[in-house]
């Protein structure tokens, strides 16, 4: 962690990224979290008050301080979404999930959000997985739509073949 | 100097003074929940309101974040102000009825019941102890976190803050922790206990037609109709 830490903060000290949403949007691509000790040094090497880092930090949604699941599933209920019944296709993947929105499955695969409104109402109701837009989705199509991410999960296991350190080194 | 009328007054108050400041100045009481003279004017508790403008382009703003500016007419107790200040008393009855400073302003301010769904929140969101902790203490420990109905105060990860040092100021300045008296009217949302004072001449006028408070004649009994029997 120590080493992280460090080579992390070089980076973030680079000019650009002088506000703290801006450094938590880094930390949380990089790490697909916010991590505590991540945030409090970053607290102390730039000299911003924690708490300011942290209300920010829990003030947004895209803004997550536990562990995010590998594929990140976001439904929407905006008013467009909802009046085309984007609630049962919720309802439905978090049936098949087992979670619901704000969680992440056990096996750290799955996180469900629900936000208000993706802005591509045209396309409601709108279920986005890992930032790709999948549009005028019924809960048929969100059954269909996992089964293909599950696949491609069982794919991905079964290149890496033994899921030791070395496999996985073998497998890049 | 900036000249602007006050309850009819003509005043002449500093740049940069607010409406609150200078109505304080001149001896008139407003009601404050998250204001104080040592602290950065917040603007959350809205009780401070006050009319300006007159007939139908008046507006209330909150007298407390609002800078006094030249020609202003500002009027700290007409009919809509009281009215609104009466109905965010009773609001801050329904969510916090364990605070004295709140249950005092309530009966202070005539408010005898609560139409709303009781809560019994610790907290106001007024933000008092942020700013005490951040502005006269260079804590910087504790702040506000989530949004929406979740917000609320805490410290960092709501854990114990490195940052605090155990002041007690944020505590000594929180209106919900000064806790009520035991009273007779102990476990009611609304106490009023030492109710004293509601302008009755306000049954009669649009606005409160002088600037005492508490108010001595009525106190004593002006031959007027009272509102409150007590
Ligand atoms: S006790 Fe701690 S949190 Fe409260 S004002 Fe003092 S330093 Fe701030
Ligand atoms: S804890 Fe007290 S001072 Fe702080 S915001 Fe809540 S009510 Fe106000
Ligand atoms: S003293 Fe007279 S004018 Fe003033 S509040 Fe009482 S009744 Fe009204
Ligand atoms: S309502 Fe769902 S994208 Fe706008
Ligand atoms: S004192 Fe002005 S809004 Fe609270």
Redesign the pocket.
């Known amino acids: 962690m120590e080493e992280r830490t460090r080579t992390d903060l070089e980076n973030l000290k680079k000019p650009n990224g002088s506000s703290v949403v801006s450094l938590l949007q880094e930390v949380q691509e990089k790490y697909n979290y916010l991590p505590e000790e991540i945030l409090r040094e970053i607290a102390k090497e730039r000299d911003i008050p924690l708490i300011d880092i942290y209300s920010v930090a829990t003030f947004y949604k895209a803004f997550s301080l536990a562990p995010k699941g590998k594929h990140k599933i976001v439904t929407c209920s905006g008013t467009a979404c909802h009046v085309r019944g984007s609630e049962k296709v919720a309802r439905e993947i978090s049936r098949v999930l087992g979670i619901e929105p704000g969680y992440t499955t056990k096996d750290g695969l799955y996180s469900l959000e629900n936000v208000n409104c993706l802005g591509a109402c045209a396309l409601a109701p709108l279920v986005v997985v890992d930032g790709k837009y999948h549009g005028n989705v019924t809960p048929a199509k969100a059954l269909e739509l996992f089964k293909m991410y599950t696949v491609h999960e069982k794919e991905e296991k079964e290149e890496a073949g033994c899921r030791c350190a070395t496999a996985k080194e073998l497998a890049k | 100097m900036i000249n602007l009328t006050l309850n009819g007054m003509e005043i002449k108050v500093e740049k940069r003074t607010t409406l ?1 400041e200078a109505a304080k100045f001149y001896g008139i009481e407003i009601p ?4 104080d003279e040592a602290l950065s ?1 917040y ?6 309101l006050v009319e300006i403008g007159t007939g139908n382009h008046s507006r209330l703003v ?4 609002y800078p006094a500016r030249d020609g202003l007419i500002v009027r700290t107790h007409t009919e809509r102000v009281i009215k609104a200040r009466k109905l965010l008393l009773e609001l801050y009855l329904a969510t916090c009825p364990s605070s004295r400073t709140i249950q005092d302003m309530a009966s202070k301010h005539g408010v005898t019941t609560v139409r709303f769904k009781q809560k019994n929140e610790e907290c106001i969101l007024c933000g008092l102890c942020v700013r005490m902790c951040a502005e006269q203490m260079q804590g910087k420990a504790i702040g506000f976190v989530n949004r929406g109905i979740k917000r609320r105060i805490t410290a960092p990860f709501a854990k114990k803050s490195e940052e605090c040092r155990l002041c007690g100021g944020c505590m000594y300045i929180c209106p919900a922790c000064q806790a009520r008296c035991q009273g007779p009217q102990e476990e009611n949302p609304v106490c009023n206990a030492c109710l004293n004072l509601s302008p009755p001449c306000l049954d009669y006028f649009q606005e409160a037609m002088c600037y005492m408070d508490p108010c001595v004649a009525c106190e004593l009994g002006t031959g007027r109709k009272a509102k409150f029997t007590y």
Do not use: K, M, N
Not at chain 2, 43 to 48: E, I, K
């Open positions: 609150l404050a929940l998250c204001y004017p603007g959350a508790c809205r009780l401070c909150s007298s407390c974040t």
